[in-house]
């Protein structure tokens, strides 16, 4: 059977890439990119090239509105479709679905931006009758007890599931988190980041943060950056630990590179050194 990728969404324009990026950006040039050449200087443009000559050497665009993550440069989502004179609908899908801020690709994600909603869940429907089977049908002590709530299931083509975790992942080291730094997406590990229980940050209902680092990190480095990232006191020491697909917990040593330990897409748990 073919392990070939399905086609799912396009290629990036900029040859040096050719990422096949699940959610491509059109620049004005009428060219799809990936968000991290998405910016006309990134691909050289002709088209903001022709605007910047007409004008005589000014800035051909206004300045876009920034994302609204504190501390990021990077112009929002929603600043870019409205500039392209796209409709409501596009401004709305560019925005979180949560809180409804404009934030650039790559805080986009709630998790990326401490998502806080801004419109409470809607009650559940038929509440009449939902009570009056919880009295005439009390829940078994069994079924009522508290579960860890289960990882997200990812897809079976391992190919697949590693571009959507490139797609929403962000940079760790807040050195790489800036306009100008651009690291190829080769030269870049992806890991899915859990905290253990009580550490700040740490999920209330399970899941994972998706984090990349070059490569060449040492892993007593990555530690110390994901520890700054959460917030988390070094005081009492750290253990980074691999998560194996079977659920096993395999230490990490930090005199190691993370690269040598670790491989794209796996799952890796930040908790206090027992």
Known sequence: MSDALPAIGAHCALPSCNLNDFLPIRCPCG?????????PDKHACPVAADRTAALGGERSTPAREKCAKEGCARPSLESAVRDEGRGED???????AGCGGGFCAYHRDPSSHSCSPTTPAPPPKNQTARDLLAKNFPTTPSSSSAKPAARAKKPANKQIALMQIRRRAQPADPKDDRPSVNVPVGERLHVEL???????GAPSTGGQIVYWFRKNIATGRALDVLAGRMGVSTTN????SKISASGDTIALRNDAPLADQVEDADVIRLARRT
């Not at 060219?31 to 910016?39: E, M, Q, S, T, W």
């Not at 596009?90 to 979180?96: D, E, N, P, Y």
């Not at 859990?194 to 700040?200: Q, S």
């Not at 020491?237 to 980074?240: D, E, T, V």
């Open 31 to 39: 060219r799809l990119f990936c968000r991290d050449h998405v910016a």
């Open 90 to 96: 596009a401004r709305t899908a560019a925005r979180c």
């Open 194 to 200: 859990e905290l253990e229980g009580g550490l700040p």
């Open 237 to 240: 020491p750290l253990q980074l």
